[in-house]
């Protein structure tokens, strides 16, 4: 019998504690397919950032990812989508994009960042991370899983991008 994912189960956010017992946050989604867990996990990533449902999907951007293996393709996923962010300064809520093998490709919608509608909930995001990560799919659906790292190395806190973004 293959289970259906309703989307009150589809996304979870829960901390993983590395061995000096730092919590990092850990994305889990799940789908029928992987297809539809990594649309899941891309609501679920930007809703640690802001309120999805604040951001309109007025602009879209055109995405291709590229990867080894179905792992992988999620890391460099989730990734892909924070390189928008800081590159655009653009939030996304819409996904329309297709797993095919070690490929995504669609289009991703969303608008620029505005301060005034979209809170900033976590300040520092890197990316995915190595721990716990898997992209798997079965008979009874798909899931998806990735470590993310918040450390506060990376040259551009997610705070630079609402600064520099003009209100509306």
Known sequence: MKRVYNSLMAVQITEWTDRTGRAFPRLEARGNSLTEAFRRAAVGFYGLITDVAQV???????????????????????????????ERGM?????????????????????????LRHPLRREWLAGAAFELLYAEE???????SAVLNDE????LPLRELWKGAPSK
């Open 56 to 86: 309109r999907p007025s602009s879209e951007v055109t995405i291709f990812c590229e990867s080894s293996d179905s792992d992988w393709l999620f890391s460099d996923w989730i990734n892909t989508l924070l390189y928008e962010t800081r």
């Open 91 to 115: 939030l996304f809520s819409e996904f329309h994009v297709e797993v095919d093998g070690i490929n995504v490709k669609g289009v991703i919608r969303g608008e620029a960042i505005d301060p």
């Open 152 to 155: 506060a190395r990376h040259p």
């Open 138 to 144: 079965g008979p009874d659906g798909a899931r998806v």
